[in-house]
């Protein structure tokens, strides 16, 4: 992995910012395009994407996530800072949410979110500690 | 005449000043401009007009037919836009000024409105059926299907599959001409009058079929003056088969009118080239996977929003309100017969992603460019300000690492540069 050609981006997400929600996936998007890579792997990435973005401005305090694309995969980071995940278990259950009611109001947090990641990954690893935070990591395979 | 590739619009270099300003407004930042003046990149123009309605020269110019070419032909027919009906605020019906059209020189007018009939229980079959993946998207708009192409080709199988209302009144007028006279297709001239520019490239290069059955394309505005000269000595209409559009048919044009005529609900109508950008995101990130249909127009307000129109949009809509309302029927009963057999309602040709923002064919090349740009745009100054002759400055860092514009393009940076040269001569 030492002389590897890899390329990373790197974003910060707010929490409650649901104006701009959505803006690192869509730049995430453009950039999977503009690399040429397949339109159904495009389509993973972005709603893996768009899941945790999403997840970061109404579950967690803010945090950051980040784009890696090597030549064999793609990989999304993102790390919180808090409150972390109670029963993260529990949480990868399709249909479980936390989302407060602003953001039910606002159509989102149908409690679809970390299920649904999952599925689109081809390797999905959590990390959660209540009180600090928590780390996802999602990685989709090129080729 | 214009060849496979080409797009209606065209820059005027002897009134285009270099102001960036239609660079800026492209939604596929197909413009660059160089030395003065702006240069559109064929491969990646949709014919949204955004650039000429953000000119304030005047500096574009349309590939069009005319009137002239009228004499080209043996028997004659006219497909004005559903939009043209709305350009008229003075209110005269709708068999005078068919009559109108008539007399400018065309055997028969025959309305786009027509196909809608046969249209809109199709779009309605096929999104009560699922027969598409949903949201389905409509076809009605050039512009909007050359956006997927070009921009979200993963939305390609979205698209509604069946044609737009021009294409299918072409079809059928033609049919009808030649099954009732014994025409050959080569005698039989198929004008459309245009709201857009979009409409008239896909004429020449079309999108979803073979080949189109219009032949010449005039831009509403350009017709638009004979039609009232005649209009003004006109009080009745003077042909028996005078009354060709039926007025109900056409909200079809503005924002909305498609879903609600064809009886769809759970539908989102979005108007607007860089609006449709948006919702096309949503859906790309599977936000909008529980709405039926998209009707999308590149056009704010739908097509009485083309730029080729005389009539304000918001104008235009009260105007088919009044005509719709007025509508006086018994229009054109003699085709019917001919048009229940009709069958050429759907797209033929596969639409195929043209993607022209592709880094490099190969993925590995593509990351190294990736990052170079990356690498470039951080050095740059973020105003996105033009100047350079690119849109913004990641634009400007993608064109240098493609080969097509330098670091010295970027006016900071030759500052700079100069600076730093002073300073060595001091030292
Ligand atoms: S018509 Fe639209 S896509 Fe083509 S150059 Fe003008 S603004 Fe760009
Ligand atoms: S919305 Fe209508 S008038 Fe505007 S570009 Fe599309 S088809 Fe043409």
Redesign the interface.
Same mark, same amino acid.
């Given at each position: 992995m030492t002389e590897e050609?890899?390329?990373s981006?790197d974003y910060e997400i707010e929490k409650d910012d649901f104006k701009i929600a959505?803006s690192a996936?869509?730049h995430i998007?453009k950039?999977l395009?503009?690399?040429?890579?397949p339109?159904?792997l495009?389509?993973r990435a972005?709603?893996i994407a768009?899941e945790l973005e999403i997840n970061l401005v109404i579950h967690t305090f803010g945090g950051s996530m980040r784009l890696e694309?090597?030549?064999d995969r793609i990989v999304i980071l993102t790390e919180d800072v808090g409150p972390g995940i109670e029963d993260v278990d529990q949480a990868l259950i399709e249909g479980y949410s936390t989302a407060n009611d602003k953001a039910r109001e606002m159509g989102f947090g149908a409690g679809m979110g970390l299920p649904n990641i999952r599925r689109c990954s081809d390797d999905f690893s959590i990390r959660s500690k209540l009180g600090e935070g928590t780390w996802i990591r999602s990685e989709i395979h090129?080729? | 005449m214009m060849g496979k590739d080409a797009h209606a619009v065209k820059v005027r270099a002897d009134r285009c000043t270099g102001c960036t300003r239609c660079m800026q407004s492209c939604p596929t930042e197909a413009i660059r401009v160089k030395e003065g003046l702006a240069i559109i990149n064929a491969a990646r123009c949709i014919d949204c007009s955004q650039c000429i309605e953000s000119c304030p020269f005047d500096a574009h110019s349309i590939d069009s037919g005319s009137l002239e070419d009228i004499k080209n032909f043996k028997y004659t027919i006219v497909i004005p836009a559903i939009t043209f009906a709305a350009q008229f605020s003075g209110g005269p019906k709708i068999d005078v000024l068919c009559s109108a059209l008539r007399k400018l020189g065309f055997d028969l007018v025959f309305s786009e409105g027509l196909a809608v009939d046969y249209l809109k229980d199709r779009v309605r079959e096929i999104v009560v059926n699922n027969q598409v993946k949903k949201p389905i998207i409509s076809s009605h708009c050039p512009a909007v299907i050359r956006l997927i192409q070009t %921009?979200y080709?993963?939305l390609i199988d979205h698209i509604m599959p069946t044609g737009s209302p021009v294409d299918i009144a072409a079809n059928m007028a033609r049919n009808l001409i030649k099954e009732k006279y014994g025409y050959s297709d080569s005698d039989i001239g198929v004008f459309y009058l245009s709201p857009c520019p979009a409409r008239i490239t896909n004429v020449v290069n079309p999108i979803g079929m073979q080949e189109s059955a219009i032949n010449v394309t005039i831009p509403i505005k350009d017709v638009y003056g004979d039609v009232l000269r005649i209009l003004s000595g006109m009080k009745e209409p003077v042909s028996e088969f005078s009354n060709c559009m039926k007025p109900e048919n056409l909200p079809w044009a503005e924002v909305g009118g498609q879903a609600k005529m064809s009886g769809v609900d759970n539908y989102i109508a979005v108007s607007g080239i860089h609006e449709v950008a948006k919702v096309f995101?949503?859906i790309?990130?599977?936000?909008l996977d529980e709405v039926d249909f998209i009707e999308a127009s590149s056009c704010t307000g739908g097509c009485v929003g083309g730029p080729l129109n005389i009539e304000n949009p918001f104008v235009a809509q009260r105007n088919i309100r009044r005509l719709a309302e007025n509508s006086s029927q018994g229009y054109f009963q003699m085709i019917d017969s001919v048009l229940a057999q009709f069958k050429h309602i759907y797209l033929t040709e596969e639409i195929s992603?043209k993607?022209t923002?592709?880094?490099?064919?190969d993925?590995?090349k593509?990351?190294?460019k990736? %990052?170079q740009i990356?690498e470039i745009t951080s050095r740059l100054r973020g105003l996105d300000c033009g100047s350079c002759g690119a849109p913004n400055c990641r634009a400007l860092a993608e064109d240098i690492v493609q080969g097509k514009a330098r670091m010295e393009d970027c006016v900071f940076y030759q500052e700079q540069q100069h600076l730093w040269r002073l300073e060595d001569e001091s030292e």
């Amino acid at each position: 992995m030492t002389e590897e050609v890899a390329a990373s981006f790197d974003y910060e997400i707010e929490k409650d910012d649901f104006k701009i929600a959505g803006s690192a996936s869509s730049h995430i998007k453009k950039i999977l395009k503009q690399l040429g890579l397949p339109n159904p792997l495009i389509r993973r990435a972005s709603i893996i994407a768009y899941e945790l973005e999403i997840n970061l401005v109404i579950h967690t305090f803010g945090g950051s996530m980040r784009l890696e694309v090597h030549p064999d995969r793609i990989v999304i980071l993102t790390e919180d800072v808090g409150p972390g995940i109670e029963d993260v278990d529990q949480a990868l259950i399709e249909g479980y949410s936390t989302a407060n009611d602003k953001a039910r109001e606002m159509g989102f947090g149908a409690g679809m979110g970390l299920p649904n990641i999952r599925r689109c990954s081809d390797d999905f690893s959590i990390r959660s500690k209540l009180g600090e935070g928590t780390w996802i990591r999602s990685e989709i395979h090129v080729g | 005449m214009m060849g496979k590739d080409a797009h209606a619009v065209k820059v005027r270099a002897d009134r285009c000043t270099g102001c960036t300003r239609c660079m800026q407004s492209c939604p596929t930042e197909a413009i660059r401009v160089k030395e003065g003046l702006a240069i559109i990149n064929a491969a990646r123009c949709i014919d949204c007009s955004q650039c000429i309605e953000s000119c304030p020269f005047d500096a574009h110019s349309i590939d069009s037919g005319s009137l002239e070419d009228i004499k080209n032909f043996k028997y004659t027919i006219v497909i004005p836009a559903i939009t043209f009906a709305a350009q008229f605020s003075g209110g005269p019906k709708i068999d005078v000024l068919c009559s109108a059209l008539r007399k400018l020189g065309f055997d028969l007018v025959f309305s786009e409105g027509l196909a809608v009939d046969y249209l809109k229980d199709r779009v309605r079959e096929i999104v009560v059926n699922n027969q598409v993946k949903k949201p389905i998207i409509s076809s009605h708009c050039p512009a909007v299907i050359r956006l997927i192409q070009t %921009k979200y080709s993963s939305l390609i199988d979205h698209i509604m599959p069946t044609g737009s209302p021009v294409d299918i009144a072409a079809n059928m007028a033609r049919n009808l001409i030649k099954e009732k006279y014994g025409y050959s297709d080569s005698d039989i001239g198929v004008f459309y009058l245009s709201p857009c520019p979009a409409r008239i490239t896909n004429v020449v290069n079309p999108i979803g079929m073979q080949e189109s059955a219009i032949n010449v394309t005039i831009p509403i505005k350009d017709v638009y003056g004979d039609v009232l000269r005649i209009l003004s000595g006109m009080k009745e209409p003077v042909s028996e088969f005078s009354n060709c559009m039926k007025p109900e048919n056409l909200p079809w044009a503005e924002v909305g009118g498609q879903a609600k005529m064809s009886g769809v609900d759970n539908y989102i109508a979005v108007s607007g080239i860089h609006e449709v950008a948006k919702v096309f995101d949503q859906i790309e990130m599977g936000e909008l996977d529980e709405v039926d249909f998209i009707e999308a127009s590149s056009c704010t307000g739908g097509c009485v929003g083309g730029p080729l129109n005389i009539e304000n949009p918001f104008v235009a809509q009260r105007n088919i309100r009044r005509l719709a309302e007025n509508s006086s029927q018994g229009y054109f009963q003699m085709i019917d017969s001919v048009l229940a057999q009709f069958k050429h309602i759907y797209l033929t040709e596969e639409i195929s992603p043209k993607q022209t923002n592709i880094l490099d064919e190969d993925f590995t090349k593509a990351i190294e460019k990736m %990052k170079q740009i990356e690498e470039i745009t951080s050095r740059l100054r973020g105003l996105d300000c033009g100047s350079c002759g690119a849109p913004n400055c990641r634009a400007l860092a993608e064109d240098i690492v493609q080969g097509k514009a330098r670091m010295e393009d970027c006016v900071f940076y030759q500052e700079q540069q100069h600076l730093w040269r002073l300073e060595d001569e001091s030292e």
